[in-house]
């Protein structure tokens, strides 16, 4: 059974930075691309980023590209979501997802929430001074 399991959420103010983790069980990083969504209050859920299973393909929405980098430890079987310069437009519940696809969705079919198999509970992300 597939488990994953966020943390790292909090309060930070704009243009500070903060990492999010996501620790997954039942599975091995190597066969599976894992990626981030977020959901902010009253909007739909949106693509964030994700990593293939060989670490080689990464992929980000235009909103995230050039300030959060996604990055994996295999070793404790953990994906990492590092948000710099952060915006208050970042503030949601962000959601860690997996896709049994070692490469992972192609890029115009990331973005649906469907592509993705399984869910983690969802950390909160505030961006406010």
């Known amino acids: 059974q597939i488990q994953l399991v966020e943390s790292g959420g909090g309060l930070v103010q704009p243009g500070g930075s903060l990492r999010l983790s996501c620790e997954a069980s039942?599975?091995?990083?190597?066969?599976?691309?894992i990626g981030w969504f977020r959901q902010a209050p009253g909007k739909e859920r949106e693509f964030v980023a994700y990593i293939s299973g060989a670490g080689v393909i990464t992929y980000y929405a235009d909103s995230v590209k050039g300030r959060f980098t996604i990055s994996r430890d295999l070793g404790k079987n953990t994906i990492y979501l590092q948000m710099n310069t952060m915006k208050p437009e970042d503030t949601a519940v962000y959601y860690c997802?997996?896709?049994?696809?070692?490469?992972?969705?192609?890029?115009?079919?990331?973005?649906?929430?469907?592509?993705?198999?399984?869910w983690g509970q969802g950390t909160q992300v505030t961006v406010s001074s």
């Open positions: 997802v997996s896709n049994q696809v070692s490469r992972g969705p192609p890029p115009e079919a990331a973005h649906h929430a469907s592509s993705w198999s399984d």
């Open positions: 039942g599975i091995s990083f190597n066969y599976y691309a």
